[in-house]
């Protein structure tokens, strides 16, 4: 590819980044490093009802977790900004002031009211129902006359009679092509003065000299008139490629109802940033029909938009909880340990300073705790019982275990024998508690659920001799104690 790449991702802050907007940021971004190009970010904030700062914020946050750095754009700058579409509007003023030089843009004093009334009667004919373009024949000068006069008045786009079929090479979807009637003669400027939507997104693009034009299908309808404006000024035409919509399980296009659907809400429910960057990538996407683990560094090293499928893909939570557990299992126990300290203070059990006076101790934590959960958000329920005194024993663990007939042996006989222990790590206790259940006459599984029971606080908990070694001996008697009341001899 001889040109320079130059791609955009430009959301409305309309709300929080949607899953849907993060994946085509992350197929934008992959683009542009693969091709050693500029990646641009463009607040479109031209909603004034909707746009907020804070919804700006959330946006600039939800990226900057999935690592996806942006070359141009609000906070970094650029040559070719600014970067809010509030901030250009001169820019859309210039381009229609070449429009109406070049004769291709002319203006429309008819009210919306009797707009409706028109097309309504031509639909009812089984006409077309788009502009009749009536002002179009007004004399230029009787119109500018009328401008002049402060006529309320809108701007339309002059599109060339014969100007046929509008075909483009979409570069997921293939050749794409629209009949001549699919476009009437739009409005570019409001008689507010205020650029809409297409010509608005158009100037922007061609002025920051956007090559790529990498989006959801649900622009797929704008990109015809957008090609009118980039012919009508004789801009070069950027490559299209529309990504397909992302469906739940159940078919239906993605929402509320399928659970959440932001990027900060994935955050917040303790899934790892890397995790969801891999899973969105592949939605759509595939490096070889196989490889479902991937790097930032191997998406952007061969990610291309020919291998991005046309047909809508699936979003499957589970299949994102699996691969969530399998970047958190491949982290080291030193980099567990610094994801876990914000849930850790999150839940109050301890903060950072806990854990630096005490890293060697966490760090012998973090791999128990990665073999057992899919998500971070699950460690404060997996590990609470390290960090509270005195425990609560679960009515369940209290019938099913500790009422069972040996219960009560097996925490005398444990709280006996740990007790004499000198060196207190997990080996010792193992093979310590490993010597008790045949004394006692009593199966493993009594002794051990009973004692585990006693130290955690349920009958299903993180490996029961290490979680003793880490409990160490001077927390691990007082509880063995204090269960006993609960215990069947």
């Known amino acids: 590819m001889a040109e320079h790449v130059r791609v955009r991702f430009a959301p409305s802050p309309t709300g929080h980044l949607h899953i849907g907007g993060a994946r085509t940021a992350i197929y934008n971004w992959a683009f542009a490093r693969h091709h050693g190009g500029t990646f641009v970010l463009r607040?479109?904030?031209?909603?004034?009802?909707?746009?907020t700062e804070e919804n700006t914020?959330?946006?600039?946050r939800a990226l900057e977790w999935l690592g996806l750095d942006y070359d141009e754009g609000p906070g970094v700058g650029g040559e070719y900004g600014p970067y809010f579409q509030t901030q250009r509007f001169e820019s859309y003023t210039k381009a229609l002031e070449r429009l109406k030089a070049n004769a291709a843009a002319y203006p429309c004093f008819c009210a919306p009211t009797e707009l409706e009334a028109r097309r309504e009667a031509s639909r009812a004919k089984g006409g077309f129902a788009g502009y009749d373009r009536t002002c179009r024949s007004i004399d230029p000068d009787v119109a500018a006359g009328r401008v002049a006069a402060g006529e309320p008045h809108v701007w339309r786009l002059k599109v060339p009679e014969n100007r046929g079929a509008i075909t483009f090479a979409d570069a997921v979807r293939g050749d794409v092509t629209f009949p001549a009637d699919a476009v009437d003669d739009l409005v570019l400027v409001r008689t507010d003065g205020t650029a809409t939507y297409n010509f608005a997104v158009t100037?922007?693009?061609?002025?920051?000299?956007?090559t790529h034009v990498i989006r959801g299908d649900d622009h797929l309808s704008n990109t015809p008139k957008q090609i009118l404006i980039y012919e009508a000024l004789g801009e070069p035409i950027p490559v299209f490629g529309h990504l397909s919509m992302i469906l739940g399980s159940d078919g239906k296009r993605l929402s509320k109802r399928h659970g959440a659907t932001s990027v900060e809400a994935y955050r917040d429910h303790g899934y790892l940033p890397e995790a969801v960057m891999n899973y969105l990538a592949l939605l759509g996407w595939s490096l070889d029909g196989e490889t479902t683990i991937l790097s930032r560094e191997t998406l952007a090293e061969n990610f291309s938009l020919d291998r991005v499928s046309s047909n809508p893909a699936i979003f499957d939570e589970e299949k994102l909880d699996w691969l969530d557990g399998v970047y958190i299992r491949e982290l080291s126990a030193s980099g567990f340990v610094d994801r876990m300290v914000p849930w850790l203070e999150a839940a109050g059990l301890a903060d950072a300073g806990d854990v630096a006076s005490r890293r060697e101790w966490f760090e012998e934590l973090a791999p128990l705790v990665a073999e057992r959960i899919k998500r971070m958000d699950e460690i404060a329920g997996v590990v609470g019982f390290l960090f509270k005194d005195p425990i609560t024993i679960t009515q369940e663990a209290k019938e099913k275990v500790l009422m069972r007939e040996g219960a009560a042996r097996s925490l005398e006989a444990a709280a006996d024998v740990l007790s004499q222990l000198e060196t207190f790590d997990a080996a010792s206790v193992e093979a310590t508690l490993r010597s008790l259940p045949e004394p006692l006459k009593l199966k493993p599984k009594v002794v051990f659920q009973a004692v585990r029971v006693a130290v955690t606080g349920a009958a299903v908990s993180l490996p029961l001799f290490e979680s003793i070694a880490l409990l160490g001996k001077a927390r691990t008697l007082p509880r063995?104690?204090?269960?006993?009341?609960?215990a069947t001899p």
């Open 43 to 51: 607040i479109e904030d031209t909603d004034p009802e909707r746009s």
């Open 203 to 210: 100037i922007d693009d061609a002025t920051m000299a956007i």
């Open 57 to 60: 914020r959330a946006i600039l």
């Open 480 to 486: 063995l104690h204090d269960a006993h009341i609960w």
